[in-house]
């Protein structure tokens, strides 16, 4: 199972990005998919998750700013990143609560990491 992040990159404060992360592989249900960050010298953060349906939670600083919403069918999940920070900036991370085929129990799965910068 993989999990493939893309779309960080450099921004203004005050842009937006869209990030989107796709798991692949020998999966046989996807339940909780979500966003995490960490910036230098600092732990990671949960930012926004969501549910296989359609359940969403996020992290009081990203509330009104960041829209996170799925694809099931792709095994896609995607953040929306409006009115972008200084503060926002992070290597944003995403991961998958799946069951992979064969398997009984679920797994949490991380992807490799998006940068995400953004300027003031």
């Known amino acids: 199972v993989q999990l493939q992040a893309f779309g960080g990159g450099l921004v203004q404060a005050g842009g937006s990005l869209r990030l989107s992360c796709a798991a692949s592989?020998?999966?046989?249900?996807?339940?909780?998919m979500g966003w995490y960050r960490q910036a230098p010298g600092k732990q990671r953060e949960l930012v926004a998750g969501i549910t296989s349906g359609g359940s969403t939670n996020y992290a009081d600083s990203v509330k009104g700013r960041f829209t996170i919403s799925r694809d099931n069918a792709k095994n896609t999940v995607y953040l929306q990143m409006d009115s972008l920070k200084p503060e926002d900036a992070a290597v944003y991370y995403c991961?998958?609560?799946?069951?992979?085929?064969?398997?009984?129990?679920?797994?949490?799965?991380w992807g490799q990491g998006t940068l995400v910068t953004v300027s003031s």
């Open positions: 592989g020998s999966i046989f249900s996807v339940n909780k």
């Open positions: 991961a998958a609560l799946l069951v992979v085929h064969a398997a009984d129990y679920e797994t949490d799965y």
